[in-house]
């Protein structure tokens, strides 16, 4: 009973607007149920669009966008996070479908919950914080134009396909008058969304912004697509379901390459998404907790034949600038959902696409970065790069793609940036000798220029070497030392290695004769192991 208690105080007890402020109270409580109704509403639209790009039932997505979001609204690591089928996983999941079967993408879905549990229980969310800050930038430019360009297709005829010559298109373009009915009823759900909040803070700006919109489309009787023209969306609710596909090598050979890739990309869009909502709501912390939360959510709906899912950004950002802070918000979503599937769908359905389009289209102008335009001429040419890099690959290619080749540019440049700080102040010693004081990190990136900083057969007999302004960082920067050490030997000279930490001492496997050991050597950690002590020097 204490560990349920405390389970319940840890899951619940943070039901609070911000961190250390007093349990909710009734205007909070309805803030939080308003706020997850408006998420609610425009997930119906956003899950039967990505089940149809992953090629299955529409209540497949749906059922997964009920399922994700309540456990994860439930155990999460970053309280007031929505989580939800998504194209980044859809676009993934349609091979497999196509080759396959639904059957097989339950299955996928199971074992990509696994990976993700895995992966949480190892921690390996803490690797997010190698994220740079400018990755950082490009992935929300990036995704702000993925959700602006994927609502294109909603300016198009329901359920028409077009061969174009080069493939089937999607559907044929609204024009005239449907058209500018369409545009007329986004730029005024917009308005009134932006309106809203300086007339009162009664009702979330989105969900004023829908109800004021759909009652004038009802109404009117305007003859504009509606969510019913998507896809029915009614249903009963998810059976439990063992995805029946054979239990042998054959199907892990199919399904894990799928299921790597799949818990990769929601546990890099889930954990960028939990940082961003963290720098918004002051919150830190949770990202173990989260890659847990997803995998848990993902293994229960592959085996109630749902799509999977992760963390969702556009709706994420409705819910936190429509108040929501707490787990009652995204709890309540997943709630709304569910009804809006058994006994709301007929209503539902009736709710005008312009609407939720243009409540997207604000989540695209407060979630795009606009002061990285500004900044861009201010920071260093390699920043400025790599936001647009990582912007440009998130809309062409995916968001997981676009952050390894973020973080891996912007590491190659902060590696190259030191390397090229290794330098050496010369000396030469009243007594004929020579001493080079090192300055700079010496790593497998600076050893060439450190190298190339001694001139090995003009130097005199005796040669000192001070590291007291270096730090010896890796294997490669040890055998750069031994190397160097060789060379002078190899010409009778005498060479002597001062200010190395034990570290070096005890890793230096030929050259440690020639460390002159002091009180005041520096104590620091090299990230190198000589398994076998092999050197350039013979035995000593």
């Not at 319940?8 to 607007?17: A, L, P």
């Not at 006994?343 to 289209?361: K, N």
């Not at 050893?447 to 960082?473: I, K, Q």
Request: proline share 4%; glycine share 12%.
């Amino acid at each position: 009973m204490a560990l349920i208690s405390n389970l319940i105080h840890t899951r619940f007890g943070d039901f609070r607007v911000a961190p250390g402020d007093t349990q909710l109270d009734g205007r909070q409580w309805k803030t939080e149920i308003l706020s997850g109704l408006t998420v609610a509403l425009a997930l119906v639209p956003e899950a039967v669009a990505f089940a149809f790009v992953a090629g299955v039932n529409p209540l497949v997505g749906l059922y997964a966008a009920f399922m994700v979001g309540l456990i994860t609204a439930i155990m999460g690591g970053r309280p007031g996070m929505i989580s939800g089928a998504t194209g980044a996983l859809a676009v993934v999941m349609v091979a497999l479908v196509a080759q396959h079967g639904v059957e097989y993408l339950f299955a996928t879905v199971v074992l990509m919950g696994l990976l993700q549990i895995f992966a949480g229980a190892m921690q390996w969310g803490k690797f997010m914080r190698l994220v740079p800050h400018p990755v950082m930038l490009g992935f929300v430019n990036g995704l702000a134009i993925v959700i602006f360009l994927a609502q294109m297709s909603q300016f198009k005829v329901p359920g028409t396909r077009v061969d174009t010559g080069h493939g089937v298109s999607s559907g044929v373009w609204l024009s005239g008058q449907p058209l500018m009915i369409m545009l007329a009823l986004v730029a005024a759900t917009m308005a009134i969304i932006w309106v809203t909040p300086r007339l009162t803070r009664a009702i979330p700006a989105p969900l004023a912004g829908i109800g004021i919109v759909a009652a004038v489309v009802i109404a009117f009787g305007l003859d504009v697509p509606r969510v019913g023209d998507l896809a029915s969306i009614k249903g009963g609710f998810p059976e439990f379901h063992i995805p029946m596909v054979p239990l042998n090598w054959d199907t892990l050979e199919i399904i894990l390459p799928y299921a790597v890739i799949l818990a990769a990309i929601g546990l890099i869009e889930s954990l960028l998404t939990l940082n961003l909502v963290g720098d918004m709501t002051g919150q830190r912390g949770g990202a173990s907790q989260e890659c847990i939360a997803q995998g848990v959510a993902n293994t229960v709906t592959g085996f109630f034949g749902g799509m999977g899912g992760c963390a969702m950004i556009g709706q994420s950002m409705i819910n936190v600038k429509s108040g929501g802070r707490t787990r009652v918000a995204g709890i309540t979503a997943a709630l709304f959902l569910l009804a809006f599937i058994l006994v709301g769908s007929s209503l539902i359905e009736q709710i005008p696409l312009a609407a939720l389009v243009g409540v997207m289209f604000m989540v695209v102008i407060g979630t795009f970065a606009w002061n990285s335009l500004m900044i861009l001429r201010k920071v260093p040419l390699m920043d400025a790069f790599v936001i647009v890099l990582v912007t440009v690959v998130t809309v062409m290619e995916d968001l997981a793609v676009a952050v390894v080749v973020g973080v891996i540019v912007s590491a190659l440049a902060y590696a190259w940036n030191n390397a090229r700080r290794i330098h050496a102040q010369i000396e030469n010693a009243p007594d004929g000798s020579k001493i080079y004081k090192v300055q700079g990190p010496l790593f497998f990136g600076s050893t060439d220029g450190f190298m190339e900083m001694f001139d090995v057969e003009t130097d005199p007999l005796s040669v000192t070497v001070d590291f007291a302004g270096s730090r010896v960082v890796d294997q490669s920067a040890l055998q750069a030392i031994e190397t160097l050490a060789g060379k002078y030997e190899e010409l009778g000279k005498r060479i002597q290695l001062r200010h190395l930490s034990r570290d070096c001492h005890a890793l230096l496997s030929k050259a440690g004769h020639l460390v002159i050991d002091s009180d005041d050597d520096p104590d620091y950690a090299v990230a190198a192991n000589y398994g076998v002590r092999t050197g350039i020097l013979g035995g000593h």
